[in-house]
Nanobody
């Protein structure tokens, strides 16, 4: 069993920055690929960013590319999402997720909700204009 807890959300003005954290417990996350998803009010959850188990490969959705940076510190059992140049359309609940059905999966990352096995409860990010 894996527990994921997101933190770092809040209210920020457009153009500002936030850094989200995802702390894992119950299992060392260092062997597993992880990802961040988000769900805006009234919309379906969507992929935002993904990272391979070792951190060597990352992928971003077109909507956040160039503004967000996903990273991980396996020694601290924590993943991060640095969000810069925030826009009102970035307002959403942000979820981190981990895929545990495979491990040490090379440079692979995963971008579909069905690829992931455990989810956090999310942290709300609100960007005001």
């Amino acid at each position: 069993q894996v527990q994921l807890v997101e933190s770092g959300g809040g209210l920020v003005q457009a153009g500002g920055s936030l850094r989200l954290s995802c702390a894992a417990s119950g299992r060392a996350l260092g062997r597993y690929a992880m990802a961040w998803f988000r769900q805006a009010p009234g919309k379906e959850r969507e992929f935002a960013a993904a990272i391979s188990w070792g951190g060597g490969s990352t992928l971003y959705s077109d909507s956040v590319k160039g503004r967000f940076t996903i990273s991980r510190d396996n020694a601290r059992n924590t993943a991060y999402l640095q969000m810069d140049s925030l826009k009102p359309e970035d307002t959403a609940v942000y979820y981190c997720a981990i895929r545990t059905r495979t491990f040490y999966s090379g440079t692979r990352y995963y971008t579909d909700s069905s690829d992931m096995d455990y989810w956090g409860k999310g942290t709300l990010v609100t960007v005001s204009s």
